[in-house]
């Protein structure tokens, strides 16, 4: 089976979400949860940018191109947005006012240390930006990424070997292969991608694993990737 693509991932983590929390989305592949959050949830989406109450993806015919989140994608409101300025949207978040941020990441480490910079990347400078004041704030962060880097190395270690962006923040982690915890035992694995078995996950993985006693198969619906 092919590991899950980013709609299916972004999928699996809106089936995750509370009824009525307020919820943060990072750049990349998070952003995309807005439009899996169950549509019966009063689920409360904030954009960094200054949108409280992001709604699904715009339709073509729909889109503003004044009206976009975080990640420069044309969205829709829900009934009741509102939008603000940035200190404003900053200060909602660094007053603890945001439940769950999704943000993406280079590499968690099993205490939950978060690594979603990279400051070798030439031209570019230091790029932490917001992620820090998420990291930090949050009532929980949950991360996104795939389980492996292009090489086959792992993102998941016993510590982080780039910068930090926050320490002791991270509380989930959603990957192309497997949804795990982190526990201050290290990494707890709920869900595995049918075909992968615990041997290989392990492989995979740069810290230990340990296995829920309820851990079940990592199911999602066929999403497909809009076409180039």
């Known amino acids: 089976m092919k590991p899950l693509n980013r709609l299916q991932m972004a999928w699996r983590v809106g089936q995750d979400i509370e009824?009525?929390?307020?919820v943060n989305l990072g750049l990349g592949m998070p952003v995309g949860v807005s439009d899996y959050v169950?549509?019966?949830?009063?689920?409360?989406?904030?954009?960094?940018?200054?949108?409280?109450?992001?709604?699904?993806l715009a339709s073509a015919n729909a889109a503003d191109s004044d009206l976009v989140d975080a990640g420069s994608r044309k969205v829709t409101l829900r009934a009741g947005a509102t939008?603000?300025?940035?200190?404003?949207?900053?200060?909602?978040?660094?007053g603890g006012h945001i439940?769950?941020?999704?943000?993406?990441?280079?590499?968690?480490?099993?205490?939950g240390d978060l690594a979603n910079w990279d400051n070798r990347i030439p031209d570019k400078g230091p790029l932490?930006?917001?992620?820090?004041d998420l990291a930090a704030s949050a009532r929980a962060v949950w991360v996104m990424m795939e389980h492996n880097t292009r090489k086959g190395g792992p993102r998941l270690l016993e510590a982080c070997t780039l910068p930090l962006t926050a320490v002791r923040c991270v509380?989930?982690?959603?990957?192309?292969?497997?949804?795990?915890?982190?526990?201050?035992?290290?990494?707890?694995?709920?869900?595995?991608?049918?075909g992968i078995s615990r041997e290989e996950l392990q492989r995979r993985t740069g810290?230990?694993?340990?296995?829920?006693?309820?851990?079940?198969?990592?199911?999602?619906p066929d999403i497909a990737l809009p076409e180039a």
């Open 83 to 94: 939008i603000i300025d940035s200190a404003a949207s900053f200060a909602m978040i660094r």
């Open 128 to 132: 932490v930006g917001g992620a820090m």
């Open 19 to 22: 009824d009525g929390t307020v």
């Open 38 to 56: 169950p549509h019966d949830y009063d689920v409360v989406v904030q954009s960094e940018n200054g949108i409280i109450g992001v709604g699904p």
């Open 99 to 111: 439940d769950v941020t999704i943000l993406g990441a280079f590499e968690v480490a099993s205490n």
């Open 207 to 220: 810290a230990p694993l340990t296995f829920a006693p309820d851990c079940k198969d990592l199911v999602t």
């Open 171 to 194: 509380k989930r982690v959603y990957t192309d292969i497997a949804v795990l915890s982190v526990t201050p035992q290290g990494f707890l694995v709920h869900e595995i991608l049918p």
